[in-house]
């Protein structure tokens, strides 16, 4: 693949993970927002392979596609500890057995609906701990990803870009971190547009 298409793929796959989010707030359209987000993903994983074969450096697609990994991996392991503890309420309320209105309310007293909201709560928070610390485990690996192709591209803004998405990751938890990271996507965008073709290193001499 040639030095400009792989910078548009990475341009315009960065700037539909920008766009992604937005479509998220028009009604009927969050699934699409998903979509879009998913395929930029995918683009940006093409340009910097591309990239990383141009560079001869591997940790540029390596640790972004590891970043992405760890993002599956978090994102399991969330739900899995929410439906575990959700299973556990529902055991515990024993629901299979209710046949009528009259049981459901002797079941249900206030002790029993106020034990089962707690342990509902602990699952959430449990699940956003894990949410959590998965996210920056992620973005210490796309950050990496970036830092590695400014250093090779000598376009300093793929840094700059990592180390926002590494400090909105960080601050996801007073929620101020996605606008964070969302804006590190049009920085990246911004990034690969600008790369120069003279940027390349050239490929070793023949021994």
């Keep these: 693949m040639d030095f400009q298409t792989s910078k548009n793929l990475g341009g315009v796959g960065a700037l539909l993970l920008f766009i992604g989010p937005l479509l998220g707030f028009v009604p009927y359209l969050g699934a699409l927002g998903g979509l879009v987000g998913l395929i930029g993903f995918i683009l940006v994983l093409i340009a910097l392979k591309s990239f990383a074969d141009r560079y001869n450096d591997a940790g540029i697609f390596n640790n972004a596609l590891y970043g992405f990994i760890t993002t599956i991996v978090g994102i399991v392991s969330a739900l899995g500890a929410f439906l575990a503890t959700a299973l556990t309420v529902i055991a515990d309320l024993d629901i299979e057995n209710w046949t009528s209105a009259t049981e459901w309310t002797e079941v249900i007293t206030a002790e029993t609906a106020f034990d089962s909201i707690l342990k509902l709560l602990g699952g ?22 970036l830092g590695t192709l400014a250093s090779k591209s000598g376009v300093g803004l793929f840094g700059t870009a990592g180390l926002i998405l590494l400090i909105g990751a960080v601050l996801t938890i007073i929620l101020v971190g996605f606008l964070l990271i969302w804006i590190s996507f049009l920085l990246v965008a911004i990034a690969f547009f600008s790369m120069k073709p003279t940027a390349v290193e050239p490929p070793p001499s023949a021994p």
């Design 124 to 145: 959430v928070i449990i699940a956003l701990v894990i949410l959590f610390a998965f996210a920056i485990l992620t973005a210490l690996l796309y950050r990496k990803s």
